[in-house]
């Protein structure tokens, strides 16, 4: 299986109606065994354990699983809005993929899908004593199941959709792709030197955002006709057509540049998979909304700020250690490292420039900045010290009082001091 059909495999079976088919063809499998079991039951012992009973409690679950299911529903939409309202909507894509959201409401409606086909065979008269006992197994089982995930259910309402829990999904969606990042610091393949390109260019043929670069696909590629590949594009990358993608050092025909482009997914979207900067962009569009005039929350962007360092420090606490056998397993393929400077400009830029009139995120931030210095990472050293200075040029275009811009450039002082620490 190639990296791409599993990438695709994997975005299929986070879609809710998936585990909704999944868990409803359960409960009519659960139906199947009954007859099938049925006959193997004696008569006699099917009434003595009260097989009698499974009519009634059939109804109650079909009348009461419908009823919560279209609640539970209805919850779910409301919880994405408010996200998409409070936070951001590109926060709300981890909602929808929630597996404990999912799991919830295809536990309703397979228990609802299982009770009406039940009672349809009972009506029918299809089942034996010995077949409605055995169904009375089942649904006693599926209503223990039912009760348990409607507990957890109900606990789990009280979070869903608040801010802190938000922050924490992007935290663990953004921490989860730096290590598939890390594991594979270029995709995977070799680096790839700056200003370096093949003699003969491929050049995108959508316009979108990349989402996935199959490299195993391309390493076949090279292999098949003795080339080496340069991948110059990641993913989150906008592309259009004038984008270079892929530079061979041989010809790229017709056949060659269809599989190259099959090999780069590109979509309408940004996702989280393989793209640890969008986690960073996500943070710091939540920091924006929460600094706009009509929210001035700017006790969240605190929140944002603190949340982004402890990601970075993730970042460079697994930087060098061996994550993976695997990091440079396609050696026909070359691609383009992280920018490390990049990643700091996705979650501080937007807070220096729409917090520089609040004193207290301005000191938040430099107090970040330095804390980041202070991890020792090249890659992250010029950025801290450039968003330093802009961020007090913010805070002085924005006629900050002078005290308080004082006070930014003691800060300030902070970043460069944690350099020596």
């Known amino acids: 299986m190639t990296e791409k059909l599993l990438y695709l495999l994997q975005r299929v079976m986070r879609q809710t109606w998936v585990r909704c088919v999944l868990f409803s063809l359960v409960g009519v499998l ?19 354990l009260g097989s009698d009973a499974i009519g009634s409690i059939l109804n109650i ?19 994405f809005t408010a996200v998409a309202g409070s936070a951001t909507p590109r926060a709300s894509q981890l909602m929808i993929e ?38 009375f197994g089942f649904t006693v089982a599926i209503l223990l199941i039912v009760v348990i995930v409607l507990l957890r259910w109900i606990d789990y309402l009280s979070v869903l959709g608040r801010m802190g829990e938000t922050l924490q999904r992007v935290e663990t969606a953004t921490t989860k792709a730096m290590d598939q990042r890390l594991s594979r610091p270029c995709l995977g393949g070799k680096p790839l030197r700056s200003g370096s390109q093949g003699r ?6 959508e316009t979108g955002f990349v989402q996935h670069v199959s490299m195993d696909i391309l390493q076949k590629l ?15 990358a906008f592309v259009e057509p004038s984008t270079l993608i892929v530079s061979s050092d041989k010809v790229i025909d017709e056949a060659r540049g269809k599989a190259m482009h099959d090999a780069v997914l590109i979509g309408a979207s940004r996702t989280f998979d393989h793209d640890p900067r969008f986690g960073l962009v996500v943070l710091g569009e939540i920091a924006t909304r929460a600094l706009s005039p009509g929210v001035n929350d700017p006790g969240t962007a605190l929140d944002v700020m603190a949340t982004a360092v402890r990601t970075l420090a993730h970042w460079v606490h697994h930087l060098h250690s061996d994550t993976g056998t695997d990091k440079h397993m396609f050696d026909r393929v070359s691609a383009t490292p992280l920018d490390e ?44 010290q450039r968003l330093s200075r802009y961020a007090i040029a913010r805070a002085v275009h924005a006629d900050l009082f002078e005290a308080d811009v004082q006070g930014l450039r003691e800060a300030a002082r902070e970043v460069g001091q944690s350099a020596a620490a």
């Not at 079991?37 to 009434?47: H, K, Q, R, S, T």
């Not at 597996?99 to 086909?117: C, D, H, K, P, R």
């Not at 003795?226 to 991948?231: E, F, M, P, Q, T």
């Open 222 to 236: 090279a292999e098949k006709d003795d080339d080496s590949l340069k991948v110059h594009v990641l993913p989150g």
């Open 200 to 205: 003969y260019t491929l050049f995108s043929s």
């Open 341 to 384: 400077a990049g990643m700091l400009d996705d979650v501080f830029l937007p807070i220096a420039r729409y917090g520089a009139g609040a004193a207290e995120v301005g000191l938040q931030l430099q107090r970040s900045l330095a804390a980041i210095r202070r991890f020792q990472n090249p890659g992250f050293d010029a950025a801290v």
């Open 98 to 135: 929630d597996t404990t959201i999912q799991n919830t409401l295809a536990t309703f409606i397979g228990a609802f899908l299982y009770s009406v086909i039940a009672l349809i065979g009972l009506n029918a008269q299809i089942y034996g004593g010995g077949g409605r006992l055995v169904l």
């Open 30 to 48: 659960a139906v199947g065994l009954a007859m099938v079991l049925g006959p193997a039951i004696p008569e006699d012992v099917a009434v003595k």
């Open 61 to 79: 679950i079909a009348t009461s699983m419908l009823t919560v299911a279209i609640f539970s529903a209805s919850t779910m939409v409301s919880s």
